[in-house]
């Protein structure tokens, strides 16, 4: 999978940290194409999960510093994510996620950047050139 410049929000730092989630996704591709056993694949799910808590929090302390409205909405899809990877670890070494892993990875990424984090990047941007005005 490949980065576009139509994912990008605007904030340089934490467009970084979505292309690294692409690369989380075009490696589970990878193990899924390569029909890598499940119990190499779990490592993944756990570096995956434990990024995605590591972008969380930077996205919400950004959030809180520039008073971002939506910070509570936002927070709650964050841990329901959270939550999703958690369960999945576990599940990856019972069972064959295969068919539901990238799409629930890939729908939820393009998803969560386009309604949500698209919103919070205009709003940053704005902030700061207000903030430069002034």
Request: aromatic content about 14%; cysteine-free; glycine content about 4%.
């Amino acid at each position: 999978m490949q980065w576009k410049e139509d994912y990008a929000i605007g904030i340089p730092e934490i467009d970084k940290q979505h292309k690294t989630l692409l690369e989380f996704i075009t490696e589970f591709e990878d193990a899924f194409a390569g029909k890598k056993h499940w119990n190499t694949v779990q490592p993944l799910v756990v570096r995956a999960r434990d990024f995605l808590k590591f972008h969380f929090s930077v996205e919400e302390s950004l959030m809180q510093i520039v008073g971002y409205s939506e910070l509570d909405g936002h927070r709650a899809e964050h841990l329901y994510v959270v939550d999703q990877f958690t369960l999945l670890e576990h599940r990856v070494l019972r069972q064959d996620m295969r068919d539901e892993l990238m799409p629930m990875m890939s729908v939820w990424l393009f998803n969560h950047i386009s309604e949500s984090d698209k919103p919070f990047g205009h709003y940053v941007q704005d902030y700061f050139r207000a903030a430069r005005a002034a």
